[in-house]
């Protein structure tokens, strides 16, 4: 079967394009949910089949998404490739055009072939392609590019109230990534998005009484985008203005810690950055030793604790035995958190078959740590965790007592799934066990990932010799020695059973 141009995620990003252009009412992602909601067999096949006989796109879009949401492949494939010759402009088309240059890899490329079809149909919605090349040109530090690809986004771009969006926002919203590639051009944007989140924040604490979540999201917000300034200040060419704001903000959140934790240790981060920046190593110090016994040191305070030690003690005497003992008080805290999160219960034994036909069954495994890794190929959480995984997985690789094996689930869209999977980790380099818990055709579940209760992915479950899991979890760290350590000291806790 042909490769679905448009993947279950592709095809809600259209849904949500729609969504911008039609009215509240009458959206098509309404009418999909009432669509979901006819529990009557002919009804719904009579709907159906109206869908499909008229000259609206929309109509004929409603029924794919309806075929691809329930995941029937066949007749989502049959009514795509109806869409695509009755209307060969429309919003289908044009996404599947769209999709194949968001799958290129070379961002020249990408920006030749968009500009092509911008050119040629310059009333198409670009959104959700237009805010993914903004972000990459940022990433590069290329302002131009992102400001051109951020207007176009700007076009359908609004708020939750569905009001419009400045530009100045989305600049500002763009430009956390170019904070490490042109620091000087972020720090410009940046700052109009802290000045709009700090009036949005005043304008909650004037109220009476403010809804509390609605209080920490905007917290969260401003405090965020004042970070990422402070960010791009202190590695441009005014570090003084980002210790400065960076102190005030710190001073600021430093009483509210137990209630703003989270918020707080983020704050405190970009605090010991312009510390470092401005080579303050006396007031960063302490900080410094803080953030590396808790595992949550950035590569700048690593790279720096050598300057701090020296800066302030005068020489590098005796310097490795105090990173050794930093590091000592790290693992020993890793050890408290992680028991803190140990659990014990029976592993169910299962049986599935790897990308090659090889079948593997938990059970032959008694004895060693296993480490189960639930993914899935259009999951980027899941593969945004992978190059820390490998670095795991080279760690173990010569430890005949410890093995990890990745359970490719839930799978979704077109073709298959596991040559999906085989070619995306044979294209990244990634040498992975990966093993195929394929949906069930009938109830559309992946038994595995059932059994163990998997709630979301990336989830990884660690289980001890004697068959019980000792660890569940969810999600991934973005700090990827850290990911590894954590990791770590959980494959060892399993292995004292």
Same mark, same amino acid.
């Given at each position: 079967m042909k490769k679905f141009f448009l993947t279950i995620v592709s095809a809600c990003l259209l849904i949500a394009a729609y969504g911008q252009q039609q009215g509240k009412g009458n959206s098509i992602r309404q009418r999909l949910t009432e669509l979901n909601m006819v529990s009557d067999e002919n009804e719904l096949d009579k709907k159906l089949t109206e869908l499909v006989s008229g000259a609206n796109e929309e109509d004929y879009l409603l029924a794919y998404y @309806? @075929? #691809?949401?329930?995941?029937?492949?066949?007749? #989502?494939?049959?009514?795509?490739?109806?869409?695509?010759r009755k209307f060969p402009d429309g919003q289908l088309v044009m996404q599947g055009k769209m999709q194949e240059i968001d799958e290129l890899t070379d961002l020249k490329e990408k920006d030749k072939r968009f500009i092509a079809l911008f050119e040629k149909n310059p009333n198409g919605n670009y959104a959700f392609l237009a805010y993914s090349l903004a972000q990459e040109f940022a990433a590069k530090g290329n302002e131009e590019k992102m400001k051109f690809y951020a207007d176009i986004y700007a076009k359908g771009a609004t708020d939750g109230k569905g009001? &419009?969006?400045k530009k100045e926002n989305i600049y500002a919203m763009m430009a956390g990534g170019m904070v490490q590639t042109n620091p000087d051009a972020a720090a410009r944007y940046l700052k109009v998005g802290v000045e709009d989140a700090k009036i949005s924040l005043d !304008?909650?604490? *004037?109220? *009476?009484?403010?809804?509390?979540n609605v209080l920490m999201r905007a917290k969260s917000n401003y405090y965020g985008v004042l970070s990422s300034y402070v960010h791009a200040l202190s590695?441009? &060419? !005014?570090?003084?203005? /980002? @210790?400065?704001l960076a102190h005030k903000s710190y001073s600021e959140l430093q009483s509210a810690e137990a209630t703003d934790a989270r918020l707080f240790q983020y704050?405190? *981060? /970009? @605090?010991?950055?312009a510390l470092i920046r401005t080579k303050r190593f006396k007031e960063a110090l302490p900080l410094m030793e803080e953030a590396i016994k808790a595992g949550n040191a950035s590569d700048l305070v690593k790279n720096e604790l050598k300057n701090a030690y020296i800066a302030v003690n005068g020489s590098d005497n005796d310097f490795l035995v105090y990173e050794r003992d930093l590091l000592n008080a790290q693992q020993l805290f890793l050890e408290a958190e992680v028991s803190k999160i140990a659990i014990k219960q029976p592993a169910h034994d299962f049986e599935l078959k790897d990308v090659d036909g090889k079948s593997v069954k938990l059970s032959d495994l008694r004895g060693k740590v296993v480490v189960l890794d639930?993914?899935?190929?259009?999951? /980027?959480?899941?593969?945004? &965790?992978f190059p820390a995984m490998q670095k795991a997985v080279n760690k173990y690789k010569d430890d005949q007592d410890v093995k990890f094996l990745f359970l490719h689930t839930w799978e979704k869209g077109g073709g298959d799934p596991t040559q999906n999977a085989k070619k995306y980790v044979v294209d990244n380099n990634y040498t992975f066990d990966v093993l195929m818990d394929l949906r069930n055709p009938e109830t559309k579940n992946s038994a595995v990932a059932s059994s163990y209760q998997v709630q979301g992915i990336p989830t990884k479950i660690?289980?001890?010799p004697k068959g019980q899991i000792r660890f569940n979890t969810s999600g991934f760290s973005a700090d990827a020695d850290k990911a590894v350590k954590e990791l770590s000291v959980m494959i060892e806790f399993a292995k004292k059973g």
């Amino acid at each position: 079967m042909k490769k679905f141009f448009l993947t279950i995620v592709s095809a809600c990003l259209l849904i949500a394009a729609y969504g911008q252009q039609q009215g509240k009412g009458n959206s098509i992602r309404q009418r999909l949910t009432e669509l979901n909601m006819v529990s009557d067999e002919n009804e719904l096949d009579k709907k159906l089949t109206e869908l499909v006989s008229g000259a609206n796109e929309e109509d004929y879009l409603l029924a794919y998404y @309806y @075929y #691809a949401n329930k995941d029937l492949t066949d007749k #989502a494939e049959i009514t795509k490739q109806l869409i695509q010759r009755k209307f060969p402009d429309g919003q289908l088309v044009m996404q599947g055009k769209m999709q194949e240059i968001d799958e290129l890899t070379d961002l020249k490329e990408k920006d030749k072939r968009f500009i092509a079809l911008f050119e040629k149909n310059p009333n198409g919605n670009y959104a959700f392609l237009a805010y993914s090349l903004a972000q990459e040109f940022a990433a590069k530090g290329n302002e131009e590019k992102m400001k051109f690809y951020a207007d176009i986004y700007a076009k359908g771009a609004t708020d939750g109230k569905g009001n &419009s969006v400045k530009k100045e926002n989305i600049y500002a919203m763009m430009a956390g990534g170019m904070v490490q590639t042109n620091p000087d051009a972020a720090a410009r944007y940046l700052k109009v998005g802290v000045e709009d989140a700090k009036i949005s924040l005043d !304008n909650m604490l *004037a109220e *009476a009484n403010p809804d509390e979540n609605v209080l920490m999201r905007a917290k969260s917000n401003y405090y965020g985008v004042l970070s990422s300034y402070v960010h791009a200040l202190s590695l441009g &060419s !005014n570090p003084e203005e /980002g @210790y400065r704001l960076a102190h005030k903000s710190y001073s600021e959140l430093q009483s509210a810690e137990a209630t703003d934790a989270r918020l707080f240790q983020y704050v405190k *981060a /970009g @605090y010991i950055q312009a510390l470092i920046r401005t080579k303050r190593f006396k007031e960063a110090l302490p900080l410094m030793e803080e953030a590396i016994k808790a595992g949550n040191a950035s590569d700048l305070v690593k790279n720096e604790l050598k300057n701090a030690y020296i800066a302030v003690n005068g020489s590098d005497n005796d310097f490795l035995v105090y990173e050794r003992d930093l590091l000592n008080a790290q693992q020993l805290f890793l050890e408290a958190e992680v028991s803190k999160i140990a659990i014990k219960q029976p592993a169910h034994d299962f049986e599935l078959k790897d990308v090659d036909g090889k079948s593997v069954k938990l059970s032959d495994l008694r004895g060693k740590v296993v480490v189960l890794d639930f993914w899935a190929t259009w999951c /980027g959480p899941c593969k945004a &965790s992978f190059p820390a995984m490998q670095k795991a997985v080279n760690k173990y690789k010569d430890d005949q007592d410890v093995k990890f094996l990745f359970l490719h689930t839930w799978e979704k869209g077109g073709g298959d799934p596991t040559q999906n999977a085989k070619k995306y980790v044979v294209d990244n380099n990634y040498t992975f066990d990966v093993l195929m818990d394929l949906r069930n055709p009938e109830t559309k579940n992946s038994a595995v990932a059932s059994s163990y209760q998997v709630q979301g992915i990336p989830t990884k479950i660690i289980i001890d010799p004697k068959g019980q899991i000792r660890f569940n979890t969810s999600g991934f760290s973005a700090d990827a020695d850290k990911a590894v350590k954590e990791l770590s000291v959980m494959i060892e806790f399993a292995k004292k059973g």
